[in-house]
């Protein structure tokens, strides 16, 4: 059971990297990039829309949502840009090597939308 488990998250990871493929690919709709974007953006954010420390809730986006979304994603992609995208995905290395550059710069937008926030109910 736990080789399964293990399987599926690996398999959820490769997804999130056939999405940034996908997101840089030239024919692939406008709305389907962005769609992209958000749910990569959000997998790789450390902040959740329900926090982990809240029991059993905490975990529901991560468990449950992400991979709902990413799926949903995937089915709207046409099948040979998917196939294209899962074949560079495949070759490329970011999948095993962490990318502190990318959290960085999501962390920052975040704050940048909690700051945006913050002046728009101040004023």
């Not at 970011?94 to 002046?119: D, E």
């Amino acid at each position: 059971m736990f080789s399964r488990i293990k399987a599926y998250a690996k398999k959820i990871k490769q997804d999130i990297f056939v999405l940034v493929e996908a997101y840089k690919h030239p024919e692939l709709p406008f709305y389907i990039k962005l769609l992209s974007l958000v749910i990569v953006a959000y997998a790789f954010s450390p902040i959740d829309l329900i926090p982990d420390f809240i029991p059993v809730l905490g975990y529901l986006d991560d468990l449950i949502l992400i991979p709902f979304a990413i799926s949903i994603v995937l089915k709207l992609i046409p099948n040979n840009i998917l196939i294209e995208c899962r074949l560079l995905a495949a070759k490329s290395n970011r999948m095993k090597k962490n990318n502190w550059f990318a959290g960085i710069v999501i962390i920052l937008l975040w704050i940048a939308c909690i700051y945006w926030i913050y002046l728009l109910f101040t004023k």
